[in-house]
């Protein structure tokens, strides 16, 4: 069982930016793939952003690519997603994701979820 938190969120002015952090404690990520997921209200989940953590690979979906980086921190098992830019329709909740092996694009293939964290984004 990979247990994972999520922290950052919160409302800023469009143009602005926010770290996510997502924690995973007692777990060695090395073989996992992380993932950053978000929900608009009345829209589907959809995929913003994977690293396969042993190997510092990352992918992003292209409406944030050029504004979100994702990054790890080794000794903390922690995962980053910064985000710059920030635009309205970029408000979601925010979940972090974790499945054991290489980084698929489905979703479902993920087993492990965090609660998720709110970004707001205001124009």
């Known amino acids: 069982l990979v247990q994972l938190v999520e922290s950052g969120g919160g409302s800023v002015r469009a143009g602005g930016s926010l770290r996510l952090s997502c924690v995973a404690p007692?777990?060695?990520?090395?073989?996992?793939?992380m993932g950053w997921f978000r929900q608009a209200p009345g829209k589907e989940r959809e995929g913003v952003a994977t690293?396969?953590?042993?190997?510092?690979?990352?992918w992003y979906a292209d409406s944030v690519k050029g504004r979100f980086t994702i990054s790890r921190d080794y000794a903390n098992n922690t995962m980053y997603l910064q985000l710059s830019s920030l635009k309205p329709e970029d408000t979601a909740m925010y979940y972090c994701?974790?499945?054991?092996?290489?980084?698929?694009?489905?979703?479902?293939?993920?087993?492990?979820w965090g609660q998720g964290t709110q970004v707001t984004v205001s124009s």
């Open positions: 007692a777990t060695n990520l090395n073989n996992y793939c």
């Open positions: 994701a974790a499945r054991r092996g290489s980084c698929d694009s489905n979703q479902r293939t993920f087993a492990y």
């Open positions: 690293l396969q953590y042993g190997y510092g690979i990352s």
